[in-house]
């Protein structure tokens, strides 16, 4: 999987393990979302970047609505791994810092969404449009590619290409994942 994600280099791609845990993210997933590899390994998870990253609720467009698919996908996971303890710890803390946290998780809503489209406002691009794909890895159930595109000669388009100039300016010397 590091090797796929090295190779792709003009959309994020970025995958999700257990609980919504970043197991790796491309360079150009950590120029959107924001340097997992920088954060210590507990905090790199997708689910407690939407809630306790206040980056996240400007990056988003719709944060509500990303924010509840997140819920709902943890709720999924905790369906088939009722014991996981660091589920249960990541619910805990999450539940104590954000009260949507846990009006949500009490919802019991479950779903996985596999495609779709999201909007974000990055603070140095500016407005993107792009449709995600989330393709389950064969070998590893519990694992999820994310994989992020824009159409072709649009603005979005522009912006991942800038976002991908920024990202090299960033980090160099092509930092491995």
């Given at each position: 999987?590091?090797?796929?994600?090295?190779?792709?280099?003009?959309?994020?791609?970025?995958?999700?393990?257990?609980?919504?845990?970043?197991?790796?993210?491309?360079?150009?997933?950590?120029?959107?979302?924001?340097?997992?590899?920088?954060?210590?390994?507990?905090?790199?998870?997708?689910?407690?970047?939407?809630?306790?990253?206040e980056?996240?609720?400007?990056?988003?467009?719709?944060?509500?609505?990303?924010?509840?698919?997140?819920?709902?996908?943890?709720?999924?996971?905790?369906?088939?791994?009722?014991?996981?303890?660091?589920?249960?710890e990541?619910?805990?803390?999450?539940?104590?810092?954000?009260?949507?946290?846990?009006?949500?998780?009490?919802?019991?809503?479950?779903?996985?969404?596999?495609?779709?489209?999201?909007?974000?406002?990055?603070?140095?691009?500016?407005?993107?449009?792009?449709?995600?794909?989330?393709?389950?890895?064969?070998?590893?159930?519990?694992?999820?590619?994310g994989?992020?595109?824009?159409?072709?000669?649009?603005?979005?388009?522009?912006?991942?290409?800038?976002?991908?100039?920024?990202?090299?300016?960033?980090?160099?010397?092509?930092?491995?994942?």
């Amino acid at each position: 999987m590091h090797r796929l994600l090295e190779t792709m280099t003009d959309v994020p791609a970025v995958v999700v393990g257990r609980r919504t845990d970043v197991l790796a993210a491309n360079r150009l997933a950590r120029a959107l979302y924001t340097d997992f590899d920088a954060l210590p390994q507990r905090e790199r998870n997708m689910t407690r970047f939407i809630f306790l990253d206040e980056a996240a609720r400007t990056l988003y467009d719709d944060w509500e609505g990303v924010a509840r698919t997140s819920v709902a996908a943890l709720r999924l996971y905790a369906g088939k791994h009722p014991h996981d303890s660091r589920l249960d710890e990541l619910v805990g803390e999450l539940s104590a810092h954000d009260a949507d946290f846990q009006a949500w998780w009490d919802d019991h809503d479950i779903r996985r969404r596999t495609y779709g489209v999201k909007h974000f406002h990055h603070p140095v691009v500016g407005e993107l449009t792009l449709q995600y794909e989330a393709l389950a890895v064969t070998g590893d159930p519990d694992q999820i590619l994310g994989v992020y595109t824009a159409e072709s000669a649009t603005a979005s388009e522009r912006a991942l290409r800038r976002l991908a100039e920024w990202a090299e300016d960033t980090w160099p010397t092509g930092r491995t994942i």
